[in-house]
């Protein structure tokens, strides 16, 4: 297997922090977005989406997706499971991921895209050209703080966001949460039970991870 990423990307890091938990090794190849090497026809070849992170199995064949590596990764190397004990919780860990994704990273992802002159014309991922929307940063603000909110609800009473142990839930969470920040976005003071879990978590991850 090899990885091809670009770690301070979300998904890539969604990948990098299940590696990591579950301690496996794996050759990594960087892609440098800034350079626009994911553009190239090399990596066209490789994945004609454009986007990383990608996991070169040794048949040739690619994943390209990041909820899907970590997936194919739990099959592979199952403990500590991160995707769920039973097929309950792997459905809540799913639910979970797909929500956080529309109610979470999207908005944070309009925030950054529509505003940041490094995506003029790259407002959406892939191998087209895409006009910056401004008008999306301001919706994208008000949906991100709905989900702060709603994630400070979700907490009350729990320590991990599903289950009683961290999950790829947490993790997904985390890294929302953290992206956002390249927005200057963050969790508000009145969230307390976020920041608490967001301090909890980063405890639990590896010390290069955090």
């Known amino acids: 297997m090899k990885l091809h990423t670009y770690d ?4 890539p890091r969604r990948v990098n922090l299940v590696l990591a938990v579950k301690g496996i090794r794996i050759p990594t190849v960087q892609v440098d977005l800034r350079a626009g090497e994911h553009l190239g026809e090399s990596f066209r070849r490789l994945n004609p989406r454009c986007i990383v992170p990608v996991l070169e199995l040794d048949d040739g064949s690619v ?11 739990e099959s592979l190397y199952p ?50 050209a895409s006009a910056q929307i401004p ?26 966001i599903v289950g009683d142990s961290l999950t790829f839930a947490d993790i997904n969470t985390l890294v929302i949460i953290d992206f956002a920040g390249w927005s200057k976005e ?25």
Not at 91 to 118: C, H, K
Not at 119 to 124: C, E, H, L, Q, T
Not at 135 to 160: K, M, N, P, S, V
């Open 8 to 11: 301070p990307a979300p998904n």
């Open 79 to 128: 403990e500590p499971r991160l995707l769920g004990r039973d097929a309950l919780q792997t459905a809540r860990i799913l639910s979970w991921e797909q929500m956080s994704f529309t109610d979470g990273f999207l908005p944070a992802a309009d925030i950054l895209r529509n505003r940041s002159q490094a995506f003029r014309d790259r407002a959406v991922t892939g191998p087209a």
């Open 186 to 210: 963050s969790v508000p003071a009145e969230c307390p039970k976020v920041l608490q879990w967001m301090q909890r978590i980063r405890e639990l991850l590896p010390p290069e991870q955090r």
């Open 63 to 73: 994943l390209c997706d990041g909820l899907a590596i970590c997936w194919y990764l």
């Open 135 to 160: 008008a999306l940063i301001d919706r994208g603000r008000e949906r991100l703080h709905q989900f702060w909110r709603y994630l400070e609800t979700h907490l009350d009473g729990r320590r991990f």
